[in-house]
């Protein structure tokens, strides 16, 4: 029984994992790395009862703590970012990257369609958010 | 641990890590479907695995918990992989809501409701925020595209049998009940299971939080503060002169 | 003789000129300058002096009974410095720097030291005023380290050592205006070609050390003598060394085939020919062939072979000589003819020949010096030109000059009574002698023909270089200027010296040649030597002298177009020899450029294959970290987490995974 509980931390840590590599999306990502930090605290409350005490309780608590923390700062250097760039995609950030690698694309395949806005009667269909320009990347300052 | 428990464990990663491929959003469409179906699979099979991991007498508690797991399994496998991220947030409530179960499961009442409050009740409800200030179409180009899906599901799969396998191997068929550590006080099975009286379970907590790790409950509030002083200050906007 | 205290004090000679060479490089640019030359000059009369008394002392030592010649042996010898000295036993190997002195050693040195201080007095008026007075004098000095070091050796590294440096200085004297590329080029072409006969002479001393085991002139001589005396037919590991050893004299004094380097090494300051060219450095390999006699004499082919090589390259000289116009280069063919005369000599398989090509050896250090020091003379005088076809006619300017060149030129023709008459006489007296018996009888009587008619060429050639330019009405180029008179004191003094020697030394060693044969007799070998006179030659050798003198004054003494006809009507072997047979032509054609070929080849080799090597594992590092390290550097924050993720599943399966599944 021990072992089942064991087996979920394992797995939504493992998809959290799988989340984090893979999405675009920073806030997905960042959903994704508390998924782990949630697998984690089921193990360690498994066996805080299977021990009998607190220990693992409480250091439980402390992720929680430190997670609503991390959550706080990490969303303020989101938002940061966003200002930056006008755009929550982290392929966008690869100023680090060595000078005469090229720029990776992950645009290159096309997206996945998505339905067309129901034809309601609205006043500005916008539509799907397009591509953004470098030099709208570059002059976008704010949202 | 048997050969057909092994086999069970490579099954549960193999069809779960190509269902959680085709599950990914990506242009081609169709895929969906076929996704669903190993998943399903999947959670069919894991399903089994944690039959055979019950010992005598934990029917009741084995079904509830099955549920329970159910739900924080798929619950994950639709936060990873939906296209809008309004709707992760909210499937990763749902995971939240799961494990907060499994808490329950565990005598951990206190700390269930802690993370429904402090999870579902705050920092998702701030992703939502970020996400309506950031993206307000819904769903934009990059969140359509997953960036190489292969080599991550294909590492994390491995990583998971590697999991499961030592996990199972180590505590097959052991029960989740109380045993005490030799050389700690003992703590008294009742003191520590008793969910009637809310007010020594939590009491209990307390005891212990205070009187065992005062020093990291100090830290863990300093990091609050830091991180609430840091958050307005990174975020503030400068002032347009 | 040993104990002697001359003898004792014996290293004294050679070390004078190189204090004076170390003071003088290490003074001369800042202080001493214009006064370079006292240095030089002190060690040179020094040297002298010492050796003079050294001639004495030995001329009056008692010869010791030897066992194995006949009349005893006359030596002393002192060790300076033990210098090598390893193994012990059978295997020993030692070769301390030892000085000797025996009578052909100080005869050598009392014509290296004489002649050599008279040049340095020369010199110092004729390279007055050049810009590097002080390094003329440096090298000199150290040429004469180098020589006497030669002469007083004592064992076969020794002299081998010594044999290279006077191919040092050789090189450093003749190539001292280094500005002019002629110079320069000749001095490396001076060396190269000596290092080809020094190679010949590396390999006899080692074929020496092999037969013999041990290096020590004595050793070598006593256990040749025990050895390979008194064989029939001559055992051909002492015919090897002999004719190995030959070849460093082939290459130090200018026989054919390596006698290219002599002419143009004119390039250089004419007391540098003089005392280099002339007088002292070529006779090295006279000297040495006298000094290994014992083993010579052991091989009758490999002294043909001398006599035989050096009467070829007598006549060769002198054929190219009969049509030269530069001065200095009749005189350079002179000496290569010289040269090939004492090498007849000494080829000649008896030991009263090797006395007689030491005799030559001596009286041509004088009257050839005194030649080349007239030579330079007149070319202070016209200004630096030295073109026969431009000067003439100045017996009536520079008297001294003109009949001081006379008495040198009348002693090389071989003009009776005259010093080079007597040695000259001595060698073709030998050579008439050869002819008798032996098994190449036959050759010597060829090379006695041969060689009387180069003696009748060598009469021509010389008088009508004195005649162009001392004879006939007065021509002066115009680079002459105002220095067109005598030369000063300092330059004819040593003329007048060496005209009166050229004169007289023969008469005085001829009259008593006996008693040269018998001082040279206390040399290794040379006991027992018998001296050789035949009237029939001398009469011979005489008339053709005369005829030569006489057929040079008709055609250039007066004026005649018999020179230009002659040119005319054999216009190819005139142009032959004027091309001095075309060897440098055959040698950069043959030799050179296939030589200039490989090392291109090589050149390239390093360039593509060694330096491609060393290129490619420089460049391998950078190639990997181009293709396969930088593009993992992308900036992606998410990159960067998958490439951990990898490398902990990777970590964990070698760690967990791999022992479960049992490998």
Known sequence: MLANYLIVGAILFVLGAVGFLTRRNMIVMFLSAEMMLQGVSLNLVAFSNVWSNWHGQIFTIYILTIAAAEAAIALALVVKLYHRRGSLDVSLWQDLREPDQPAIDDDAEPAASVPAPPAWPTLTPAGVEPRHTDEEIEEATHV | ?241 | ?663
């Not at chain 3, 009392?110 to 008026?125: D, E, K, P, R």
């Open chain 3, 1 to 663: 003789m040993s104990d002697s205290m001359l003898v004792q004090n014996v290293w004294l000679i050679p070390a004078l000129p190189l204090a004076a060479a170390a003071i003088t490089a290490a003074l001369g640019p800042k202080v001493l300058r214009e006064r370079s030359h006292w240095p030089c000059v002190i060690a040179a009369v020094g040297a002298a002096l010492f050796s003079i008394l050294l001639l004495a002392v030995v001329a009056t030592a008692e010869p010791v009974a030897d066992a194995k010649s006949a009349g005893g042996e006359v030596s002393g010898t002192k060790v300076v410095y033990d210098w090598i000295s390893v193994g012990a036993g059978a295997g020993k190997f030692t070769a301390p720097i030892e000085f000797r002195v025996d009578p052909l050693t100080s005869l050598m040195l009392v014509m290296v030291t004489f002649v050599g201080s008279l040049i340095v007095v020369y010199s110092t008026g004729y390279m007055h005023g050049d810009r590097g007075y002080w390094r003329f004098f440096a090298a000199v000095s150290l040429f004469l380290f180098s020589m006497t070091g030669l002469v007083l050796a004592s064992n076969f590294l020794l002299i081998y050592v010594f044999w290279e440096l006077v191919g040092l200085c050789s090189y450093l004297l003749i190539g001292f205006w280094y500005e002019r590329p002629s110079a320069a080029a000749a001095s490396k072409k001076a060396f190269l070609v000596n290092r080809i006969g020094d190679f010949g002479f590396a390999l006899g001393v080692f074929m020496v050390w092999v037969v013999f085991g041990t290096l020590d002139f004595d050793a070598v001589f006593d256990k040749a003598t025990v050895r390979f005396g008194g064989m029939s037919v001559a055992a051909p590991e002492i015919t090897l060394i002999c004719l190995l050893l030959f070849c460093g004299a082939i290459g130090k004094s200018a026989q054919f085939p390596l006698h290219v380097w002599l002419p143009d090494a004119m390039e250089g300051p004419t007391p540098v020919s003089a005392l280099i060219h002339a007088a002292t450095m070529v006779t090295a390999g006279v000297y040495m062939v006298a000094r290994f006699t014992p083993l010579f004499l052991l091989s009758p082919l490999a002294t043909m072979t001398v006599s035989t090589i050096g009467c070829f390259t007598a006549l060769l000289a002198a054929l190219i000589a009969l049509t030269q116009t530069d001065l200095k280069r009749i005189l350079a063919y002179s000496t290569v003819s010289q040269l090939g005369f004492m090498f007849m000599g000494l080829g000649c398989g008896a030991r009263g020949a090797v006395v007689a090509g030491i005799f030559h050896v001596f009286t041509h250090a004088f009257f050839k010096a005194l030649l080349f020091l007239g030579a330079g003379s007149v070319m202070h005088a016209m200004g630096g030109v030295i073109d026969v076809r431009r000067i003439g006619g100045l017996r009536r300017r520079m008297p001294i000059t003109c009949w001081t060149f006379a008495c040198g030129a009348a002693a090389l023709a071989g003009f009776p009574f005259l010093s080079g008459f007597w040695s000259k006489d001595a060698i073709l007296a030998s050579l008439a002698h050869a002819t008798h018996e032996g098994t190449y009888a036959v050759v010597y009587r060829a090379i006695l023909s041969l060689a009387m008619l180069t003696a009748g060429l060598t009469a021509f050639y010389t008088f009508r270089a004195f005649f162009k330019v001392f004879w006939g009405e007065e021509r002066i180029p115009d680079e002459a200027g105002h220095h067109a008179h005598e030369s000063p004191a300092t330059m004819t003094y040593p003329l007048i010296v060496l005209a009166i020697f050229s004169l007289g030394i023969g008469a005085i060693l001829a009259l008593g040649f006996d008693g040269l044969t018998e001082f040279l007799g206390g040399a290794p070998g040379l006991a027992g030597a018998h001296e050789v006179h035949s009237v029939p030659v001398m009469i011979t050798s005489g008339a053709v002298a005369i005829v030569g003198i006489a057929v040079a004054w008709l055609m250039y003494g007066q004026p005649s177009t018999l020179p230009e006809s002659l040119a005319q009507k054999f216009r190819s072997a005139y142009e032959l020899s004027f091309d001095k047979f075309r060897f440098d032509e055959i040698y950069s054609r043959f030799i050179v450029k296939p030589l200039l070929a490989v090392a291109e080849a090589s050149r390239l080799a390093d360039i593509w294959i060694v330096d491609g090597l060393v290129r490619l594992v420089s460049a391998l590092p950078a190639f990997i970290g181009r293709i396969a390290l930088r593009p993992i550097q992308n900036g992606l924050v998410q990159f960067y987490a998958l490439t951990m993720v990898c490398c902990l599943v990777v970590l964990l399966v070698l760690l967990i995974g791999l022992p479960w599944l049992g490998m």
């Open chain 2, 1 to 241: 641990m048997s050969g057909a428990m092994q086999a069970l464990i490579v099954a549960i990663a193999i069809s779960g890590g190509l269902g959680v491929f085709l599950l990914m959003p990506r242009a081609a469409t169709g895929t969906r479907p076929a996704g669903l179906a190993l998943a399903g699979l999947s959670l069919a099979l894991l399903v089994v695995a944690w039959c055979a991991n019950f010992g005598e007498g934990d029917l009741p508690a084995g079904l509830v918990f099955c549920l329970l797991a159910a739900l924080t399994v798929v619950a994950g496998v639709m936060t990873v992989t939906r296209r809008s991220p309004v709707s992760c947030a909210l499937w990763f409530a749902s995971v939240v809501i799961g494990t907060s179960g499994l808490f329950m499961l565990q005598n951990a009442q206190f700390l269930a409701a802690a993370t429904i409050i402090v999870y579902a009740g705050a920092i998702i409800v701030m992703f939502l925020f970020v996400v309506m200030l950031a993206q307000q179409s819904g769903v934009s180009f990059y969140d359509r595209t997953p960036r190489e899906p292969a080599l991550a599901i294909i590492s994390a799969g491995i990583l998971l049998v590697l999991l499961l396998s030592v996990i199972v191997s180590t505590h097959h068929g052991e029960s989740a009940s109380v045993r005490p550590i030799a050389g700690e006080p003992s703590v008294s099975k009742t003191a520590f299971m008793s969910s009637d009286a809310a007010g020594q379970h939590v009491a209990g907590l307390g005891r212990s939080l205070f009187a065992d790790h005062w020093l990291s409950l100090e830290i863990a509030g300093a990091v609050l503060l830091v991180a609430m002083v840091g958050a307005i200050a990174i975020a503030a906007r400068k002032e347009r002169a």
